[in-house]
């Protein structure tokens, strides 16, 4: 017999999580449905387990920095099996917390892998269920690489179950995952080498940072390669015979590890979307500004999973899921507001964006100011050691609002969420100058940025 459910959504992390709890509260039966164990990829194999891993690597590296300034970091090293332990302590309870909260609320929780078999039906693990409506939030996965002995690369999340971590590492693609991870790595007594084959590895993030960025990685053991991209992996008996090709060149070079980090694509291909009539592409389910499939009606999507103006980022997949279950609830078209969504790369120092890039701005017309400060030598960077530090705001002058802001030193990370809240409530630089942080906290050195 077949199960009927107001909603049903495809996918337990953020984005469906989220959707789940807001629709099952307003009395919706409600079903959720995930092939893994619930959380989903920020929780269990990204953002939080990533940034426990770097824990152990800003430790290392703070007390690198404070090298002959009174601490004695020789032989201070990580232990790559404790931390992945660690790790897993925030890890394991994760799935069972996260299904128990929807449990709670009434939400049905299913297992397996779930495909379409008709305009308003699925499967699960071969049984039959209806809903009026989906949410599709089936997230991304790494994008497939064509080459020979591509199987023989990591993905992300193996990567941060290995158990022990070994020396020579490759890492293919200049993007946030190969960043983080190759600072990370480094940091834990590895050798890494990022490839990217554009000559701009971070092309979304503000380019003058980058190089400052690379500089800083290099002096921590992270080589940066432009131009490059892989051909070839062989395996050999100690290890990864990898062949690279630069400028019609080719070299090849003995690895212990190759990580994918070039890039990840919706994940959607084994749900059989034709058969529910539902259009996607390369970027993810076709649908209008406010969520909906532009051929289905019953279908809405959101996260990574969805074809949409925001990243995909977890703050973009908890908006876009809210803002799905808001209009399904209401029948209602409201458009997600992306004003003012940061991002970082968690290297060490972190990297931060909000907003637009300088030629962004420039290319739609904006007549902006561009307010560079080295701020390597301020106060709150002289009291870590930090030498590499930089901030770029972007003002419009006609408005004095902030349009892009960009941010490379410690804990900047947080310093970005001030400038993603002015702009989101679309404060002028003068406003913002007026209020006051505690002191000393980086806080207080935004109104010198400005
Ligand atoms: C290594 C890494 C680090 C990251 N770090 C950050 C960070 O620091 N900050 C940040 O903002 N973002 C980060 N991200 C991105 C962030 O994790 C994603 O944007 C976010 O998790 C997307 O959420 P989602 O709900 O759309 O998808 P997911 O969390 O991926 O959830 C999708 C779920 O759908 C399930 N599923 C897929 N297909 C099916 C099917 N056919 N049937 C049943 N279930 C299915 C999957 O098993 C999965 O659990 C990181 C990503 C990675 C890979
Ligand atoms: N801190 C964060 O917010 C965070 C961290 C990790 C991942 N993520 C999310 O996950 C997504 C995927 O991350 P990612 O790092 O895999 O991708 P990415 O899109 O950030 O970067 C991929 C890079 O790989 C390069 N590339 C692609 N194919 C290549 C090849 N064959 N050889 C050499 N270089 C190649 C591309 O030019 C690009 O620079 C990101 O877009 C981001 O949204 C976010």
């Known amino acids: 017999m077949t199960t009927r459910y107001d909603l049903i959504v495809i996918g337990a992390g953020m984005a469906g999580i989220a959707a ?9 039966t409600v079903a959720i449905v995930d092939e893994l164990p619930y959380g989903g990829t920020c929780a269990l194999r990204g953002c939080d387990p990533k940034k426990i891993l770097r824990r152990g690597a ?62 308003n039906r699925v499967e699960v693990d071969g049984r039959p269920y209806e809903a009026a409506r989906f949410l599709i939030a089936t997230g991304a996965r790494p994008r497939p690489l064509d080459l020979p002995g591509h199987e023989h690369m990591l993905d992300s ?45 971070l092309k979304g993030f503000d380019p003058d940072l ?36 630069r400028a019609g060149t080719t070299e090849s070079a003995e690895y212990d590890l190759v990580v994918h980090g070039a890039g990840r694509i919706p994940d959607l291909s084994r749900l059989a979307l034709d058969t529910a009539g539902v259009a996607w592409g390369a970027r993810g389910v076709t649908v209008a500004g406010h969520l909906q499939s532009i ?80 701020t390597s030598g301020w106060y709150s960077n002289y009291r870590t050691g930090e030498s590499t530090a930089a901030s ?33 409530l679309g404060l002028t630089t003068r406003q913002l100058k007026s209020t006051t942080a505690a002191y000393p906290t980086v806080g207080s050195d935004l109104g010198s940025m400005l």
């Open 20 to 28: 789940a709890h807001k629709c099952a509260s307003q009395g919706w």
């Open 58 to 119: 800003e430790i290392v590296d703070a007390a690198r920095l404070m090298r002959g300034k009174g601490i004695n970091a020789a032989g201070l090293s990580i232990n790559w099996a404790d931390l992945v332990a660690h790790k897993h302590g925030f890890t394991d309870p994760a799935p069972r917390k996260a299904e128990d909260g929807l449990a709670h609320n009434g939400v049905t929780t299913l297992h397996g892998p779930t495909t379409f078999t008709g305009q």
């Open 157 to 201: 999340s193996q990567f941060m179950d290995l158990k022990e971590l070994p020396k020579r590492i490759l890492f293919v693609g200049g993007g946030f995952i190969s960043f983080e991870f190759a600072h990370i790595a480094a940091r834990a007594g590895a050798r890494p080498v990022i490839i990217d084959r554009g000559p701009r590895p």
């Open 210 to 245: 980058v190089e400052l960025l690379v500089n800083r990685g290099a002096a921590a053991g992270v080589e940066v390669r432009r131009a490059t991209t892989v051909t070839r992996i062989d395996k050999t008996a100690t290890g990864h015979r990898v062949t690279l090709e």
């Open 295 to 374: 051929t289905n009606p019953a279908v809405y999507a959101a996260g990574d999973s969805a074809d949409t103006a925001g990243m995909p980022l977890t703050p973009v997949a908890v908006i876009e899921s809210k803002v799905a279950a808001s209009n399904m609830l209401k029948n209602a078209t409201t458009v997600p507001d992306y004003t003012g969504i940061p991002t970082a790369v968690f290297t060490i120092p972190e990297l931060v964006r909000v907003g637009m890039l300088e030629h962004e701005a420039r290319d739609q017309g904006l007549d902006i100011e561009v307010r560079y400060r080295d």
């Open 392 to 424: 770029k705001v972007l003002v419009d002058r006609a408005t004095d609002q902030i349009v892009g802001a960009h941010l490379l030193g410690p804990e900047y990370g947080e310093l970005v969420n001030t400038l993603g809240l002015a702009m989101k």
